[in-house]
């Protein structure tokens, strides 16, 4: 026997369909604009006459930033930045939340540790004082720069302890009664149960990795060492003081590109590295936690 949905419950799932989809275009127009503006011409796109779809199509801005070996050399440094940033970024919050996690009969002073990492969420150091431990720590000038002063974020690791402590005890009990110590609890009881949790807080590591720019300008000496956001924000200016040195062709291609089509081409290629890596953890967003981990 089919079961015909009530008129409340068809108004409940149109009103949803319609909600959902409405969010959705409100996410996906501001990128599609940009598109559009960094495919179209030099005169439509100052005109302000470009909305969602390009006027007198052209790949100019994109040609231009293909053809520059810096742009590239830079995108190999943010690469760079990215999977070592990541990399050093997770495993010392694992290290940090799981002791951090225990009960205080098995790590005394537990929360005296527990208020010295938050203390730094609230109070820093500042922008020079972290500038000199930079530069005395040798590290000027090298990927290490961009990764070590901000090694450990304190508030993905409140994120992965708090969830590390909903994890059941019975879990834990069981590889400890089977002879595991602490270092593989944490590496095959909890980190496989965490999947959800590590997906969402790796996924801000790399967006804050990607994203970062200042620290590029602050630390890295030679513009050679500039990742993908530091040089695209410096590009402009960088044109500017070039021109004197372009070539006839360079400046050529330069009449048929505006600062508008330029900058909205960078934003859309600085972005969709990110946005391509959003469908591949989906699926840990939606994916229960512990189901079937534990059975009573």
């Given at each position: 026997m089919v079961h015909k949905p009530s008129l409340g419950r068809v108004l409940f799932i149109g009103f949803n369909t319609a909600l959902l989809s409405l969010i959705t275009l409100l996410g996906i127009i501001p990128f599609v604009h940009l598109l559009a503006v960094s495919l179209s011409s030099n005169t439509a796109a100052m005109a302000g006459e470009v909305k969602l779809w390009p006027v007198g199509f052209s790949m100019d801005a994109y040609m231009f930033l293909g053809e520059k070996v810096e742009f590239f050399r830079s995108l190999g440094v943010s690469i760079e930045r990215v999977v070592l940033g990541t990399a050093v970024n997770m495993f010392l919050v694992f290290i940090t939340a799981f002791p951090l996690a225990r009960p205080n009969s098995q790590f005394k002073y537990r929360t005296v540790y527990v208020w010295f990492f938050a203390i730094t969420m609230f109070f820093g150091g500042g922008l020079i004082p972290t500038y000199i431990v930079v530069k005395n720590t040798g590290i000027m000038d090298s990927i290490w720069a961009l990764i070590l002063p901000g090694a450990l974020n304190v508030w993905n690791m409140v994120l992965m302890l708090n969830f590390f402590r909903t994890i059941p005890r019975e879990l834990d009990e069981a590889a400890t009664i089977d002879g595991a110590g602490y270092w593989r609890i944490l590496w095959q009881v909890y980190l496989p149960v965490s999947l959800p949790s590590i997906a969402t807080i790796g996924l801000f590591t790399i967006v804050g990795h990607w994203n970062a720019w200042f620290d590029g300008i602050l630390y890295m000496n030679s513009p050679d060492k500039y990742p993908l956001q530091t040089y695209l924000?410096?590009?402009?200016?960088?044109?500017?003081?070039?021109?004197?040195?372009?070539?006839?062709?360079?400046?050529?291609?330069?009449?048929?590109?505006?600062?508008?089509?330029l900058r909205t081409a960078q934003i859309f290629m600085g972005a969709l590295p990110i946005m391509l890596v959003y469908p591949f953890l989906q699926k840990y967003f939606v994916k229960g936690m512990t189901v079937g981990s534990v059975k009573e």
């Amino acid at each position: 026997m089919v079961h015909k949905p009530s008129l409340g419950r068809v108004l409940f799932i149109g009103f949803n369909t319609a909600l959902l989809s409405l969010i959705t275009l409100l996410g996906i127009i501001p990128f599609v604009h940009l598109l559009a503006v960094s495919l179209s011409s030099n005169t439509a796109a100052m005109a302000g006459e470009v909305k969602l779809w390009p006027v007198g199509f052209s790949m100019d801005a994109y040609m231009f930033l293909g053809e520059k070996v810096e742009f590239f050399r830079s995108l190999g440094v943010s690469i760079e930045r990215v999977v070592l940033g990541t990399a050093v970024n997770m495993f010392l919050v694992f290290i940090t939340a799981f002791p951090l996690a225990r009960p205080n009969s098995q790590f005394k002073y537990r929360t005296v540790y527990v208020w010295f990492f938050a203390i730094t969420m609230f109070f820093g150091g500042g922008l020079i004082p972290t500038y000199i431990v930079v530069k005395n720590t040798g590290i000027m000038d090298s990927i290490w720069a961009l990764i070590l002063p901000g090694a450990l974020n304190v508030w993905n690791m409140v994120l992965m302890l708090n969830f590390f402590r909903t994890i059941p005890r019975e879990l834990d009990e069981a590889a400890t009664i089977d002879g595991a110590g602490y270092w593989r609890i944490l590496w095959q009881v909890y980190l496989p149960v965490s999947l959800p949790s590590i997906a969402t807080i790796g996924l801000f590591t790399i967006v804050g990795h990607w994203n970062a720019w200042f620290d590029g300008i602050l630390y890295m000496n030679s513009p050679d060492k500039y990742p993908l956001q530091t040089y695209l924000s410096t590009l402009i200016t960088a044109i500017n003081s070039q021109m004197s040195s372009m070539s006839p062709e360079q400046l050529r291609a330069m009449e048929n590109l505006s600062e508008k089509t330029l900058r909205t081409a960078q934003i859309f290629m600085g972005a969709l590295p990110i946005m391509l890596v959003y469908p591949f953890l989906q699926k840990y967003f939606v994916k229960g936690m512990t189901v079937g981990s534990v059975k009573e």
